[in-house]
């Protein structure tokens, strides 16, 4: 739905600026209608974050978005680039695999289930040799799974130690369901403990139960590895351009284009304050299904993490799109 700029709640105060940096990146593979904006964003980057809010005002028009049915009210989560410690052999300490894509995962779909993966002898024979890494807690291979990619502090065979990367290479086309709302069903956890640091407790008291929650969620996600050589890199989101941190976030396509700007009302999920800025649609997720649905990428390191983990607000969206002249 059209609106003015005077309605996006903070619009003034966003160090807009700060957004150019993904924003050229996602004009690397621009949306439709975007070319002409794209070239004129690349020709004189603006100086101030004033300079730069002129500009979007000049060659954009903004768009609150709504569900079909009219909503204006949605949720937005949070995602991080994970990190874990991996070794590239199993030991007693470390038994959880992370696989490559199986090599008949293209003629078979949907494919074997995480339950199935785990227990049919065939499922599991599909997979051997296509082991990258083995991790010691299965709810790291899990959160792994859910943010799709992760910077892994790999032990080689030799002993030596090296940051590599592991990203989404694929999954097993089965639907993603969520382990938080498997609990909440079972009466396991309240709606409002159902953070990532709550599931990983659930699961430290009740270790027989962990396969009977992480088999509620059919989906596995495989990967592939790549070197790592510069520490600040980011990882690609599904528009194929590096995600920024705090600037980029995943959506669900069919309702809001790759390489969109999108102005976010919401909060902070540790201190309740207000989260207003703009952003760049650029990756996708599982979960991530609907028009007023985002997930909001927080980078790495441990304050990323303690802040998507708890990160379940709500949400109102505005999107950016070309102005019609």
């Known amino acids: 739905m059209p609106v003015d700029w005077a309605d996006l709640p903070g619009w003034q105060a ?28 690349t020709r004189l980057p603006p100086q101030t974050d004033a300079d730069a809010r002129a500009w979007l005002q000049q060659q954009l028009q903004p768009y609150r978005i709504e569900a079909l049915d009219g909503a204006a009210d949605g949720l937005i ?5 994970a990190r874990l410690d991996a070794q590239r052999r199993p030991s007693p300490q470390a038994r959880v ?19 199935q993966l785990d227990t049919v002898p065939a499922a599991r024979a599909a997979l051997a040799g296509r082991e990258l890494a083995w991790v010691a807690d299965p709810l790291d291979a899990l959160f792994l ?9 790999m032990k080689e065979a030799d002993g030596s130690r090296k940051v590599v990367r592991l990203t989404y290479a694929g999954h097993n ?11 909440i069903e079972q009466g396991e956890l309240r709606a409002e403990q159902a953070s990532w640091p709550d599931i990983k407790q659930w699961a ?90 985002a997930d909001y990428f927080w980078g790495w390191g441990d304050e990323a993490e303690a802040q998507a983990g708890r990160m379940k607000q709500p949400l109102r969206m505005w999107a950016l799109w070309p102005a019609q002249r």
């Open 204 to 293: 430290q008291a009740h270790p027989k139960r962990v396969n009977e929650m992480l088999w509620s969620n059919p989906r596995v996600v495989f990967f592939r590895e790549e070197p790592l050589t510069d520490p600040q890199a980011a990882p690609l989101g599904a528009q194929g351009v590096p995600l920024t941190p705090r600037r980029s976030i995943a959506v669900d396509s069919q309702s809001i284009p790759y390489g969109t700007p999108v102005w976010l009302d919401t909060t902070e999920p540790l201190t309740n304050t207000p989260l207003r800025r703009l952003v760049m649609a650029q990756d996708t997720g599982s979960a991530i299904v609907g028009a007023v649905r």
């Open 77 to 81: 989560t949070g995602y991080i680039e």
């Open 14 to 41: 966003d160090r807009t600026l700060e957004l150019w940096p993904a924003l050229l990146r996602g004009c690397d593979k621009p949306a439709p209608g975007w070319a002409s904006v794209c070239v004129a964003a």
């Open 97 to 115: 695999a992370l696989h490559a894509p199986p090599a008949d995962l293209g003629a078979r779909q949907p494919y074997w289930t995480r339950q």
């Open 145 to 153: 799974q859910i943010q799709g990619s992760g910077r892994v502090l």
């Open 173 to 183: 086309g089965q639907p993603y369901k969520s382990v938080g709302k498997w609990l």
